[in-house]
């Protein structure tokens, strides 16, 4: 082909490629279009309260090599999109979990405290689950702490301090949120029925009333049928994961399961916040094995999602996290290591109680011979006695009680250092960066840095 050929034919591709330009653009974007681009029928948004990134990385550690499976987060990370997340507030720069859970649920920066209301504390923002409810798809709400807690509470309820619990059962029971499930039935309950109420009503007559097929324990759960559930099954926070086989508490996995086959009855669609409650609880406490654990069970729940979604391919899911909870660090040596040993893996599996369970046998004024008793019963570690007596001195929490305020917990965990090989920054939040991983139609703008407010707009395009 000559020079002049060659130029007299660029009009005529000029005018062809015109022409097909509408066609040619329809077929790049059938090219490019993936499970990630389109609209969500269902919005699946999981919450590991306090989960950084060192609780994923000891949970992936012990998944890996002590249960012998990596986690589902980590399916989903591979099938989908990661970003990191960063948290900051309209007032601070760590974050507690209203302030965060209002920026994920409403869009818009929140002050401590408040439960999706504007810095004015009286103005209620709208939130992702009042939009979708308005629009009659389904909506649920699942957490291992209270379902009157802050996270869950700022997906349906507006309060100026988190602390009115009372008011947020009541206001979600009115928001007809299908299905609620967590603890702290105490915010159900009026004082004469064990509740803390000081209206004198009793909400689950209520909530029965009002059409809720109310459950208690694990079998009533999985007996249930209705269409609305309300599963209150601790009068306070559910139940440890580590604690839990003695009990009639479902798993958040047992929870998810339910509420999405509850949910998936409404042709339009659903949106749905579990919440693994109770990392953040673990976390704060500086116990290593209640707090992986905990994460175990967050990812199985997670798993049940993404098996939903596997079927469901119209489901959008993300996991992220709220804040970062003790700036856990996984250390390197143990006492008299010469090279890098790390997290003692064997020794988190051997543990058989939470912290909180260890503090009750620990009581008020603990011996050092009751410490070396309860460490050795409940962690299957022989510590010294001049380690026993750093934790009955509570030496720790003397040192920076602002950021260490549990009794003999955090000067446990201290001297535990050496041995479990996991070190806390504090007990209280951190503003460390997150994860957020999603799957599905939608998902594709979770990369690269994202700010949680930016979890909304996600959540929102994808079901519009
Ligand atoms: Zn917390």
Redesign the pocket.
Known sequence: MTRRTQSSLVPVLLVVGLLFAPMLSGCATMATRDASSGKAKNVILFIGD?MGPSHFGAAWLYSNRVLGKNLKMVELMNAGHTAYLVNDTADATVT??AAAAGQIATGQRMTARAISMAADGKTPVRTIMETVKSKGLATGLVTTSGITDATPAAFAAHVAHRSDEASVADQELKAGVDVLMGGRKQFFLPEVSAGVRKDDRNLLDEAEAAGYTVVSDAEELSAATGSKILGLFNMGNMVYEIDRASTMEPSLADMTSKTLSVLSRNPRGFFAMIEGGRI?HAA?RNDAAGMIREVVAFDEAVGVGLEFARRNPDTLVIVTADHD?AGVALIGHSKDSKEYVGIDLAAIGKVTASFEVIAGQLGKNPTPERIKQVTKEYLGIQITDDEAKTVANDTIRKLDPANYSYPYLHSLAFVLRPYLRVGWGSQT?TASPLWAFGLGPGSAPLKGLVHNTQVFDIMKTAME
Do not use: I
Request: hydrophobic letters at 0%; a negative charge.
């Open positions: 306090g507690e979990s953040d704060h909870t939040h």
